[in-house]
Nanobody, 122 residues
């Protein structure tokens, strides 16, 4: 089992940057697929980015070129660097993990953090 805690959210102007962090405890992150998801008010939770056990990454088209997922195995951390933020990026961002073969469907992930709010003003 793994516990996840996100941090780094906040209020930023359009065009600005934020870096979200997620610390994992209980198990090493190298054994999990790690994902970032987001949920805006009234909308379903949507995929943002993931990093496989191999270290390869995949990003949603909506954030490709602006967001970057990474991990630090030594610190058991996963990060989401967000640049060129837009008002439509406003959402609660969640870190997720699973030891199975998961991809972009949030229903496949067993472990979730509590979320961190990101608000982008225009």
């Amino acid at each position: 089992q793994v516990q996840l805690v996100e941090s780094g959210g906040g209020l930023v102007q359009a065009g600005g940057s934020l870096r979200l962090s997620c610390v994992a405890s209980g198990r090493t992150v190298s054994g999990y697929v790690l994902g970032w998801f987001r949920q805006a008010p009234g909308k379903e939770r949507e995929f943002v980015a993931l990093i496989w056990r191999s270290g390869n990454t995949y990003h949603a088209d909506s954030v490709k070129g602006r967001f970057t997922i990474s991990r630090d195995i030594t610190k058991n951390m996963v990060y989401l660097q967000m640049n060129s933020l837009k008002p439509e990026d406003t959402a609660v961002y969640y870190c997720a993990a699973d030891s199975g073969s998961v991809y972009t469907d949030p229903r496949g992930y067993a472990y979730w953090g509590q979320g961190t709010q990101v608000t982008v003003s225009s």
